[in-house]
């Protein structure tokens, strides 16, 4: 799967957008771009996927590049509820579902 | 539904000592998976199960053993504790096909003195 890069940190004031960049430059044609947060400690939630269209849930929207090589995750107005680390992970839609978790974002929301 | 649940919640062993997880699902999800991750770092995956009766090696699988002999039920084993294996270990679960979402239980915290 994949390799991606996301930036150790960011911070957000609440109410605003929070957009999470992910590079992954080596996807390939049959990989998916998954996000998943994890608050606290608890077990990681999943967020949203997507292949190269752009994709929308009530969680959030996931822009993916014409290039499929960065996409964005933006949380639209985001609360102090949504500080955790978020995870980008590419993989495969073939065989096993074996998710490949990197160090994540840690995203602070500030009053 | 409670959806993934995983006993104990938290758990100290002596070097040596052996212990089995129990992570259970209500979803009739086909999936299951148990993860471990360190202080720090992201989740790594130890062993998973895509149906019962089978299990396969995910990237961390030394250590541990694996049984799937309902499909509800994924089991973990440590058969001789060691210090390294100190770590909050996650279930999860997801549906058949390539796409599902996987659905995380609430972890294990384990120490092993």
């Known amino acids: 799967d994949a390799k991606t890069t996301q930036p150790p940190s960011m911070d957000c004031a609440e109410g605003r957008a929070a957009n999470l960049p992910c590079n992954h430059s080596?996807?390939?044609?049959?990989?998916?771009v998954y996000w998943y947060r994890q608050i606290h400690s608890q077990g990681p939630q999943y967020i949203i996927h997507?292949?190269?269209n752009n994709e929308t849930n009530e969680m959030a929207s996931l822009i993916i590049t014409e290039d499929r090589k960065s996409s964005t995750l933006i949380l639209p107005h985001a609360t102090l509820r949504d500080t955790a680390v978020y995870y980008c992970?590419?993989?495969?839609?073939?065989?096993?579902?074996?998710?490949?978790f990197g160090q994540g974002t840690r995203l602070t929301i500030n009053p | 539904n409670a959806g993934v649940t995983q006993t104990p919640k938290f758990r100290v062993l002596k070097t040596g000592q052996s212990m089995t997880l129990l992570c259970a699902q209500d979803?009739?999800?086909?999936?299951m998976y148990w993860y471990r991750q360190d202080p720090g770092m992201g989740l790594r995956l130890i062993h998973y199960?895509?149906?019962?009766?089978?299990?396969a090696k995910g990237e961390v699988p030394d250590g541990y053993n694996v049984s799937r002999l309902k499909k509800q039920n994924f089991l973990l084993g440590l058969e001789s504790a060691a210090p390294s294996q100190t770590s909050v270990y996650f279930c999860?679960?997801?549906?058949?096909?390539?796409?599902?979402?996987?659905?995380f239980g609430p972890g294990t915290r384990l120490t092993v003195l």
């Open positions: 999860a679960s997801s549906a058949f096909g390539s796409y599902n979402e996987q659905f």
């Open positions: 080596t996807i390939s044609g049959n990989e998916y």
């Open positions: 997507g292949l190269k």
């Open positions: 992970i590419v993989r495969s839609i073939q065989g096993a579902q074996k998710l490949v």
């Open positions: 979803m009739n999800h086909e999936y």
């Open positions: 199960s895509v149906g019962e009766g089978t299990t």
